[in-house]
């Protein structure tokens, strides 16, 4: 029997944990080589497990996270063994960074099908901040694409062209949006040339159909997600709930940062959303990769996305 790495064990929480030397890399990762020299970053994420119930001669931790060299790659435990996912930046066209509670995501969507996802937990989320900050930094630089011009998109609607102030957006429904302002008032101070371009609050949403499915929603209504949208000269950046749409009485507790890239390359395409009246499903596509979005028609959040990122 294998004797048990009981400094992995020692060491084991509930935090992601960055790993600078071959030592720390938990023993089910370390048949995958890596070159500690040429990394960005190594994270390493624990498995879902309360401390006392972790013994020495477990595996303890779900996954392993690189930034090397232009990728990113997951390494994914599967029982004894780890699966192997790499996505190459350039090939990134949106991020979405989310928690609820303890869940934490992080998704990357590329154009080759489904998103890459990491899941953390949440009391680790600056780790995972700095992960995404980190990535952004690199995807930027490895575009060799001229910034987009920082102005507002000329067919953004009228009220919604010129740079806003956070205070003269109005969230109305009270105490369930104040705490995207506080993400965003952050993300101001980190992106530089961000301005706000489109906001709007958490709405009832209400069917089209007025017959039994119709009945069926308005017995259990569903919720849009407030959100506060701002264009960079390069990104757009969303701060919303982790749930675009959501039954009853909607989702106060999560939080979730979109970035979508500009000239990425990237279509967005924006159509009626097929259940609800007054919304726009914003479908965000490159190549096999789909982002798809719910945004009320009469924020003009869908139109201000869609001219932005096609720049």
């Known amino acids: 029997m294998a004797h048990a790495d009981v400094s992995e064990y020692d060491a084991f929480g509930p935090w992601?944990?960055?790993v600078t030397r071959p030592q720390d890399v938990p023993r089910l990762y370390r048949a995958h080589p890596i070159d500690f020299a040429h990394t960005d970053l190594v994270l390493k994420i624990p498995r879902d497990i309360e401390r006392r119930n972790a013994t020495p001669a477990m595996h303890?931790?779900?996954?392993?996270?690189?930034?090397?060299?232009?990728?990113?790659?997951?390494?994914?435990r599967d029982g004894d063994r780890f699966t192997t996912r790499s996505v190459r930046l350039d090939e990134v066209f949106a991020l979405v960074d989310s928690v609820h509670l303890l869940d934490g995501r992080l998704e990357?969507?590329?154009?080759?099908?489904?998103?890459?996802?990491?899941?953390y937990n949440a009391a680790s989320h600056d780790r995972i901040r700095a992960l995404v900050a980190r990535m952004r930094m690199l995807i930027l630089d490895a575009s060799g694409r001229e910034p987009a011009d920082a102005r507002e998109p000329a067919d953004a609607p009228a009220d919604l062209r010129e740079p806003a102030e956070l205070g003269r957006v109005e969230l109305p429904h009270a105490k369930r949006d104040y705490g995207l302002f506080g993400a965003w008032a952050a993300l101001q101070g980190e992106v530089p040339?961000?301005?706000?371009?489109?906001?709007?609050?958490?709405?009832v949403l209400r069917p089209f159909d007025d017959g039994v499915v119709g009945l069926f929603y308005r017995?259990?209504?569903?919720?849009?997600?407030a959100m506060i949208g701002g264009v960079s000269p390069r990104e757009v950046h969303l701060i919303h709930r982790r749930a675009w749409t959501q039954r009853r009485s909607g989702d106060d507790?999560?939080?979730?940062?979109?970035?979508?890239?500009?000239g990425s390359g990237a279509a967005v395409e924006v159509a009626e959303h097929p259940i609800y009246e007054g919304l726009d499903t914003v479908r965000i596509a490159r190549g096999?990769?789909?982002?798809?979005?719910?945004?009320?028609?009469?924020?003009?959040?869908?139109?201000?996305?869609?001219?932005?990122v096609a720049r």
């Open 16 to 18: 992601v944990d960055e």
């Open 193 to 203: 040339g961000l301005v706000l371009a489109a906001a709007h609050p958490s709405v």
């Open 108 to 119: 990357l969507h590329t154009s080759l099908g489904a998103p890459l996802m990491v899941r």
């Open 253 to 262: 507790l999560s939080m979730a940062h979109t970035v979508v890239f500009r």
């Open 219 to 225: 017995l259990r209504p569903t919720m849009g997600s």
């Open 60 to 76: 303890l931790y779900d996954g392993l996270v690189i930034l090397a060299e232009g990728m990113l790659t997951l390494l994914s």
């Open 288 to 308: 096999d990769g789909v982002l798809e979005l719910a945004l009320p028609r009469a924020s003009g959040a869908g139109g201000v996305l869609a001219a932005a």
